[in-house]
């Protein structure tokens, strides 16, 4: 598998690298691999996740796009919050 980088994805999807970081880190994105446990540890992007992220949001008008039929947010496998344990 090969994985893009945060400049590259984001030039892939037209954005710059700074609004896929944002989305990153509010969840709204595509998702992401994490090369390691540390937060400064680098990301990728696997392009058919970026292309799968793509075609869920294509809309014939945008009439078609409302509140209802927005694409679910994709599910994080975040951990367990530390402070429930």
């Known amino acids: 598998m090969r994985l893009l980088g ?8 037209g954005i710059s690298p700074a609004t896929l970081k944002l989305w990153r880190h509010q969840g709204k994105g595509p998702v992401f691999v994490k090369m390691g446990p540390s937060p ?3 990301v990728g992007y696997d392009p058919d996740d970026l292309d799968a992220w793509v075609s869920e949001r294509k809309y014939a008008s945008t009439s078609a796009y409302t509140v209802a039929n927005r694409p679910p947010p994709i599910s994080r496998n975040c951990p367990p919050d530390r402070a429930s344990t």
Not at 6 to 13: C, D, G, N, V
């Open 6 to 13: 945060t400049p590259q994805a984001a030039s892939l999807l």
């Open 40 to 42: 400064q540890s680098a």
